[in-house]
Structures are given as structure tokens and as C-alpha cells.
């Protein structure tokens, strides 16, 4: 063989290496693009018990937020959509929202966002009206005139199409988002995040995977499905996966994501869920120091258990524990180290929602 030859032939035999490596490479790329911190967390270690308060509603509590030792809960009474209870006796102090159609009125559906903010002095609380109208209510005022006072509203993304939404910098018209998307370059459904800056007209995309989960005919497409929680000064966001083991944190200020995941449980590279089986639910409340999620354990006969997982902001694991009764849209009183949640129960057809207290006091320090 000529030397000219020979230099052909390696060369082409070079080329068919790299391109072989390169291929290799990209079939086992890690389908989501960002660091990933493994945790782990024994099913067995304690259990928390809840007291009941004495509060009892009778009808069905869908959010609830605790500020400043009072609580506000999402409700649907004649007078209004939000009642606040005083956290000391849990007696009525207000109730605000009324049904109607001026401004501070507010019509179905409505929904009580987790996010909260403090401004000059003031309690800032935001309400989804209409589903596609987003409302921001000075509650300090609010409660002193004895009236429902809205200070700012806009058009939001509907909360009803399959959509999450959290705000930015405390501003009603700079949210970060998640949507479901038909599909993609692979004609595969996906889920968009992005954050939208309405008063500049800008948009910056967050590409969180590489491509989709692998499928079969079970599987869900939507496989990183979950509610948004935000830190409560910060513009630091989490999104505990519904189906999945996940948890995603958004650092928005900072532009970084990264993910905790339960140790040896299925990852984004294995087969995606097929959807029967919560993970963790939409109910989630944050302190300046955790995140506290409600985590389902689903045993061989379909029974669940729900537990209470406990991050800090840097994704670091801090206790878990099961809890009884189950609880709804719980809330974490920082003064008291004591987390206050909503049992559901049905007696002679009539829904009621219980008011629990549990005492995180030894398990969360």
C-alpha cells in the first residue's frame, strides 16, 4: 500500500471512529440537562401526629396561606372566596373577595395562590380570577378598612389549561411559566418553561431536557408535570415532579437548574410513568429556610401514605416523616415550629375540612 494510500484509508478510518464516538455520545446523553443531587430517605424513621385545632369548616378549604399569625383560606361563602382566621384562637376575623363584577370583586373560578410579598410596610396576596385575570390584594389594608382593596391587576396565562405560574421580582406581569406544548421537532409532546417579562416584552426559554422519556402505550407524555412553590423573598422556585422522583429548582436571578432525586428510584432515562400513581401532590408551602413537600407512598395493593419531605433552598434533604391524618394544603408556622394542614372527611354526605396542628419541635430543628 502507498504511503499516500495508507493516509487515505486512516484518515477515513479516523473520521468513522469520531463519528462513532460522537453517536455513542449522544444516545447516552443524560436526558435532563442539569446537575442532579441523589437523596435518600428511610420510610420508617418517624411518624408525626396531628392534634386537631377545634377548627372545622364545613365545605372544602382548596389553598391556604399562614401570615403573620393568621390564617387565610380559600373557601366559597355568600359573602366571599377568602376567609382570615386568627391563628391565636382560630376565631373569623374577615372575609374577603366578594362575588361580583367591579374590580374588587371577584368571579368564578378564583384561586388562591401560594405566593405572597411584603411592600413598604404591607401584606401583598395574588388571586386568579376568572381564571385568566391575576389580582393583587394589599391585605394589610384590606383587613384595617374592612373591605377587599386591589392595588394591581393583569391577564395571566389560565391556570386551567394545564399551566403553572409563578411571579418574578413580586411583579404581576413578570412570571415564570409552564406549559404543555403539542410537540416538538420529534413530534412528541413536551413541557415549555420560560420566564415572561410582559413590561419589556421579552421571553427567556429554560431548556431543562435533551430530548423525551422513552414511551410505550401507557406512558404519559406530560412526565414532568407539578406545581410551582416560590421562596418567599427570593427569586428561587421549585416544582416538585407529580409522577416522578424528582424535585427542579429554578434559580432565576442566577440562571441555574439543578433536580434532587430519591435514590434508586426510576429516572428521566428509564421508561416514562404511565400516570396512576402520585408522587408527589400539588400541595407544598415554603419557609426562607425549606421547602416542605407532600410525598405519596403507593404500597403493592394501591393503599397510599403521605409523608412530609423536608429541602432546604440548595436541594439538601433535611427529615421525613409520615403523618397522620392526612393533610390538604398545609402551612409552616416559623415562630412556632409547627405545621398546620386540612383533614377531609365525609359524614352522613356532608364535607367538612378539620383543622390539624403538628409539632415539628425534635424533627425539624
Not at 384561586?111 to 393583587?136: C, F, H, P, R, W
Not at 429516572?267 to 421547602?291: E, M
Request: glycine share 4%.
Amino acid at each position: 500500500m502507498s504511503k499516500h494510500l495508507f493516509v487515505k484509508v486512516a484518515g477515513i478510518v479516523s473520521m468513522a471512529i469520531i463519528f462513532i464516538c460522537v453517536s455513542s455520545c449522544l444516545k447516552n446523553k443524560p436526558i435532563f440537562l442539569h446537575e442532579v443531587k441523589e437523596f435518600s430517605f428511610n420510610e420508617s424513621d418517624c411518624t408525626l401526629t396531628g392534634i386537631p385545632t377545634g377548627l372545622e369548616y364545613e365545605g372544602d378549604i382548596e389553598e391556604t396561606l399562614l401570615i403573620d399569625s393568621l390564617l387565610i383560606c380559600q373557601v366559597e361563602e355568600p359573602e366571599g372566596y377568602l376567609n382570615v382566621y386568627r391563628l391565636k384562637d382560630f376565631s373569623l376575623k374577615a372575609t374577603l373577595c366578594p362575588l361580583g363584577r367591579a374590580r374588587n370583586e371577584f368571579m368564578f373560578p378564583l384561586k388562591l395562590l401560594s405566593q405572597y410579598y411584603k411592600k413598604d410596610g404591607d401584606t401583598y396576596i395574588l388571586v386568579v380570577d376568572k381564571a385568566s385575570y391575576i389580582k393583587e390584594i394589599n391585605l394589610t389594608q384590606s383587613l384595617a378598612q374592612g373591605s377587599t382593596i386591589v392595588t394591581d391587576m393583569s391577564d395571566t396565562p389560565s391556570f386551567y389549561e394545564d399551566k403553572t405560574v409563578l411571579y418574578v421580582n413580586n411583579n404581576i406581569r413578570h412570571f415564570f411559566m409552564s406549559e404543555r406544548k403539542d410537540g416538538n421537532t420529534d413530534n412528541e409532546p413536551y413541557r415549555d418553561y420560560k420566564v415572561v417579562d410582559n413590561a419589556n416584552n421579552d421571553t427567556t426559554l429554560i431548556k431543562l431536557f435533551s430530548k423525551s422519556m422513552k414511551k410505550d402505550e401507557e406512558s404519559i407524555s406530560d412526565f414532568s408535570f407539578g406545581v410551582f412553590i416560590k421562596h418567599p423573598q427570593k427569586n428561587l422556585f421549585a416544582q416538585p415532579c407529580q409522577w416522578m422522583d424528582y424535585i427542579i429548582f429554578f434559580d432565576i436571578d442566577n440562571d441555574k437548574v439543578f433536580a434532587v432525586h430519591r435514590k434508586d428510584k426510576p429516572t428521566f432515562n428509564n421508561l416514562a410513568p404511565d400516570g396512576r400513581s402520585i408522587v408527589y401532590s400539588c400541595f407544598t408551602c415554603a419557609s426562607n429556610d425549606y421547602l416542605f413537600t407532600n410525598y405519596i407512598v403507593t404500597d403493592e395493593d394501591g393503599n397510599e401514605d403521605s409523608y412530609l419531605l423536608v429541602f432546604d433552598w440548595s436541594g439538601n434533604f433535611k427529615a421525613g416523616a409520615k403523618y397522620n391524618p392526612d393533610v390538604l394544603s398545609f402551612v409552616y408556622d416559623e415562630k412556632q415550629n409547627a405545621l398546620y394542614g386540612w383533614n377531609r372527611s365525609n359524614q352522613d354526605e356532608v364535607s367538612s375540612d378539620v383543622l390539624y396542628k403538628f409539632d415539628l419541635n425534635g424533627f425539624l430543628n
